[in-house]
């Protein structure tokens, strides 16, 4: 059976997973610090924050330690669903982790929380439109997904799925289950969760319309 080709080809997509590339490496660098941003933008939102950030929050309060250390437990638990997707880890697995923290934390330091109702949306909206843009522009990158996009593009090879289906379930169950374990849900929340597979989706379509590739055929998964 010929393999499913769920990520496009681009001309800065890395030969390996760990190689040091310039052109590769500013678009990893790029689409992460975005990610980082509109992460942060929805966090200034105040509406709600991420869905696994809901999950870390629900399972810190039953573990009884920090949001961040049930964040690394929730990533590392995930990370084993890999062996059996046949998925491995590479420099954008190492990098996504730092980056987007750096970013995120840099953009909540110098930004101030909008006050009026319509700009908190906006920063919502514009901050799940960046996260999913720079999560589509760091993947083709082809140097390894975080451990959550890691599951994503896992199943959606396994499975043949689209990435919108996919990526909407797994953060609709995550939402759920930490809404459940008592994390705090907001509008937001829901904003993200319905809204990010399918921003993810459609920039990766764009990708392998608009980017020559000879292997960037037309596929139903992007």
């Excluded at 499913?4 to 590339?21: G, I, R």
């Excluded at 759920?176 to 990010?196: C, D, E, K, N």
Aim: charged share 10%; with cysteine.
């Amino acid at each position: 059976m010929k393999k499913v080709q769920v990520l496009p080809h681009t001309p800065w997509a890395a030969k390996s997973l760990w190689a040091f590339e310039p052109k590769s490496f500013c678009v990893l660098l790029l689409s992460l610090s975005v990610m980082g941003f509109g992460e942060a933008l929805l966090l200034l939102s105040d509406l709600g924050s991420a869905p696994w950030t809901i999950l870390s929050q629900g399972v810190a309060l039953h573990g009884e330690f920090s949001v961040g250390w049930a964040s690394w437990i929730i990533s590392s638990i995930v990370m084993l669903a890999w062996f059996p997707l046949k998925l491995r880890p590479g420099l954008a697995t190492v990098m996504n982790i730092f980056v987007i923290a750096l970013f995120l934390g840099l953009t909540v330091y110098l930004l101030e929380k909008p006050t009026a109702l319509y700009l908190r949306f906006i920063y919502a909206v514009v901050g799940i439109l960046l996260f999913g843009i720079g999560n589509a522009f760091y993947l083709t990158c082809h140097q390894g997904p975080g451990p959550r996009d890691g599951l994503m593009v896992g199943l959606c090879y396994r499975f043949h799925w689209k990435i919108g289906i996919v990526r909407t379930s797994i953060e609709v169950f995550v939402c759920l289950l930490g809404y459940l374990l008592g994390g705090v849900l907001g509008i937001g929340t829901l904003m993200f969760a319905l809204g990010i597979g399918w921003v993810v989706q459609y920039t990766l379509f764009i990708i392998r319309r608009r980017v020559p590739h000879p292997s960037n055929k037309p596929l139903d998964l992007v």
